[in-house]
């Protein structure tokens, strides 16, 4: 499909609670359109409650891609997750609909916008082994000999364990620093017409929907849904583990605290979740449309969808 020919792909960005999801179902409706997941845990199978998956019968009404596709002792990358979402968008627009792209994942959106630095796949043998290198002799010693031959990672401080073990696993693998790898030119994943919202409410009225809609997720069976996670037994240390909600409700089922404190500590940290969402869109994301009402943001995408298209 030639690029002036392709329909526009439609990104619906915004925190927790903001009501992006029934966004993207209205205009996914309006404009014969196909949702694409855009939230980092949303991908992953194990927790349709916790993560607020869309419903089954929501699900029904239009396609629906990339929602509880990966199994929780998995990993999903920015990366893996843009390749994957530029494979379906690419397939939507050959339908002749239009992908509509949602979620609260900035880094993904922007390594879908932006592009990817041509980082070589690590063997999962290699990633294995920065990590146990990390827990063998703690961060500041790990954080010393990443520096020794990644120099320019001695901005990362030795807490943040992600991108120091990234950064070691990396070097292991290809005997080259990753800040070379992210110096290289990148190229966006999709090409073709982009139309873009953030849909940003007040932060009271933010809050008053992370705390409601947690409430309605503990009686939709929240709790057992954590008690099936903790049964697999899987590391701390995986994304799925460390979902809002529950190392909250572990704490709970372990007996360290009630239900009603757990619950309220999961609400404080979702809050503060969305906060830090709304303050990296608000330095990321300047440029896109703002709407702090998500029926705005619908009928906007809606009327510029059929301009572009």
Avoid at 82 to 97: F, Y
Avoid at 205 to 212: E, K, M, Q, S, V
Wanted: aromatic share 6%.
């Amino acid at each position: 499909m030639e690029e002036n020919h392709r329909t526009p792909a439609i990104l619906i960005a915004g925190p927790t609670a903001s009501g992006k999801s029934a966004a993207a179902l209205q205009v996914a409706e309006a404009v014969d359109g196909e949702i694409i997941n855009a939230d980092a845990m949303q991908v992953y199978q194990d927790l349709r409650v916790l993560t607020a998956r869309p419903a089954q019968d929501e699900m029904r009404r239009v396609p629906h891609h990339l929602y509880g596709k990966m199994d929780g002792a998995e990993k999903c990358s920015a990366g893996v997750w843009a390749r994957q979402a530029a494979a379906i968008i690419e397939e939507v627009r050959a339908r002749g609909r239009h992908p509509v792209i949602v979620g609260g994942t900035g880094l993904y959106f922007k390594a879908l916008d932006e592009g990817l630095s041509p980082i070589p796949d690590v063997p999962a043998s290699v990633r294995e082994a920065a990590q146990e290198l990390y827990d063998d002799i703690g961060p500041d010693a790990f954080r010393q000999k990443v520096i020794a031959v990644d120099p320019l990672m001695a901005r990362l401080p030795a807490a943040d364990r992600q991108r120091l073990v990234r950064a070691w696993e990396v070097f292991a693998h290809t005997a080259l620093p990753l800040s070379e790898f992210q110096a290289l030119p990148k190229r966006p994943l999709i090409e073709g017409p982009i139309l873009k919202a953030i849909i940003n409410p007040p932060r009271e009225t933010l809050y008053a929907h992370c705390d409601t809609r947690f409430d309605h997720m503990i009686a939709a069976g929240a709790v057992r849904e954590v008690e099936a996670l903790l049964a697999r037994q899987l590391p701390a240390s995986l994304p799925v583990m460390k979902s809002l909600g529950v190392p909250e409700l572990a704490s709970y089922l372990a007996g360290d605290a009630d239900l009603e404190g757990a619950t309220e500590l999961a609400k404080r940290h979702t809050r503060r979740f969305a906060k830090r969402q709304m303050t990296w869109f608000n330095g990321q994301t300047a440029d896109w449309p703002r709407f702090a009402d998500a029926k705005e943001a619908v009928a906007f995408l809606v009327e510029n969808c059929s301009i572009t298209g």
